[in-house]
């Protein structure tokens, strides 16, 4: 079984905290690359030629948005670009502004969705997807964030109003962070899972990766929707505990 692979986690698994487990990032950055950079981007590149409406959706009211964040993405990631960029991996991503979502999917690792607040609740409105870990996009789409966590067990109503309170809270300029941790029998990346099926990833058999994901919850200044940020890792075992 092939796979793409970092060489370490950049925390301290021992530290996680319960959940939701959020804590303010200070000045270290939120988009980052690491020795998978050039693997993860290939299979992005790929899910969004070959499977874009499973991996990329985008309601037109989230457009704002999704363009202030594309423009927040090139001046950190790619200062002075212009009509195109060159990743460091080598290749030449053309930037279509009037695709900020797939542009977006293809400059860098995280995975990226953008949250509005409608009413009391911010609403998933736009996202690129290519690496879900047992959720679907479609089932997301669209949906408030209680929603969004069916149908993980410990997300109660009283984490569910935590959550919002933090999404409310979200300064600009103070991004927060968490991590989670899982066991996995398959280092697939792209493992979309409706909520109607079964959660397998935690089946009896034999569990050789740890997939952990680096969230971040990130404001942006003008539209001052929020950003849910994803980088994941996927590790071997055998890799990670010598």
Known sequence: MTGIFQDRLPYDPQSQRPLPGIQPLGDAPWLTRDEAFAGQMARRDQLLRDQRSDVLAMDESARPAAEELLEIVLADQYPGAGDRVTRPDGVTVTIDRD??????????????????????????????????????????????????????????????????????????GRPLWRFNLL???????????????????????????????????????QTRAVVFAIHTFVLKKDDAQT
């Not at 109607?196 to 994901?213: F, L, Q, V």
Request: aromatic residues 8%.
């Open 99 to 172: 695709d900020p979502m797939g542009t977006l999917g293809r400059l860098v690792q995280e995975d990226l969705c953008i949250l509005d607040k409608r009413g009391d609740e911010h609403v998933l409105t736009a996202a690129v997807l290519c690496f879900p870990a047992s959720w679907t996009l479609s089932e997301k789409f669209m949906r408030p964030l209680i929603t969004i966590h069916i149908p993980v067990a410990p997300y109660d109503d009283a984490l569910a109003r935590r959550v919002q309170r933090l999404f409310d809270g979200v300064q600009v």
């Open 183 to 221: 066991n996995y029998a398959d280092p697939e990346l792209y493992q979309p899972l409706s909520e109607k099926a079964k959660r397998d990833h935690r089946r009896e058999g034999p569990m050789p990766y740890i997939r952990s994901e680096r969230q971040y919850l990130v404001r942006l200044p």
